[in-house]
């Protein structure tokens, strides 16, 4: 049973960067694509950002693209999520999920549990002056 734990959240200003991490353990990543979610409070859970199972194919929001970079370390058994140039906007808890996608060259920024059936706790970024 693949569980997963996000770390790497925090308090930062504007302009700002974090790096949150996605660990995996009951498994190995290695057939999951795996994406990035986001919900602030009152809002709905909106997809950041996800990459495939190999690890070639990325997709990003539009509201993150260009700023956000998404990578995963297969000795490690992990995903990354680094967030460059923080905006208020982007203030949230994130999330990672896992889609069992072996074969799948494709990932999507939708929060579909009927395909990311693994979901992280969510960890708190708030970007703040």
């Known amino acids: 049973q693949l569980q997963l734990v996000e770390s790497g959240g925090g308090l930062v200003q504007p302009g700002g960067t974090l790096t949150l991490s996605c660990a995996a353990s009951g498994s190995t990543l290695d057939h999951y694509a795996i994406g990035w979610f986001r919900q602030a409070p009152g809002e709905k859970r909106e997809g950041v950002s996800c990459?495939?199972?190999?690890?070639?194919?990325?997709e990003y929001a539009v509201s993150v693209k260009g700023r956000f970079t998404v990578s995963r370390d297969r000795a490690k058994n992990m995903v990354y999520l680094r967030m460059n140039n923080l905006k208020p906007d982007d203030t949230a808890v994130y999330y990672c999920?896992?889609?069992?996608?072996?074969?799948?060259?494709?990932?999507?920024?939708?929060?579909?549990?009927?395909?990311?059936?693994?979901w992280g706790q969510g960890i708190q970024v708030t970007v703040s002056s």
């Open positions: 990459i495939t199972t190999s690890g070639l194919r990325q």
């Open positions: 999920a896992g889609d069992w996608a072996p074969m799948s060259v494709v990932c999507t920024l939708v929060p579909d549990q009927e395909r990311y059936k693994n």
